[in-house]
């Protein structure tokens, strides 16, 4: 489904993959793979042995933290301020 909404924003922009050019949403969803990759954020936490004080987030919540992070890494991009 993302890489559909992708392909569908570069057609109406004209389509601007030939081109070289990049555009915001491309560079925040790059943004967010190497903050996520390097983070571990919206993955869910690896079980080990001795006590664990909560339990793994659920899918939906892994989803909704990687589309906030999405959501910040593209007001990054566009040069609005962020909220924390």
Avoid: W
Wanted: glycine share 14%; net charge neutral; hydrophobic share 40%.
């Amino acid at each position: 489904m993302l890489v559909a909404s992708r392909l569908e924003g570069c057609m109406e922009a004209g389509g601007s993959i030939g081109n070289g050019v990049r555009s915001n949403q491309d560079i925040a969803l790059d943004l967010l793979k190497f903050v996520a990759g390097s983070t571990g954020y919206g993955r869910p936490a690896v079980p080990s042995t001795g006590f664990s004080g909560t339990g793994a987030p659920k899918v939906e919540e892994q989803i909704n933290q990687l589309l906030d992070l999405y959501s910040r890494c593209l007001h990054v991009v566009d040069g609005k301020a962020v909220k924390a």
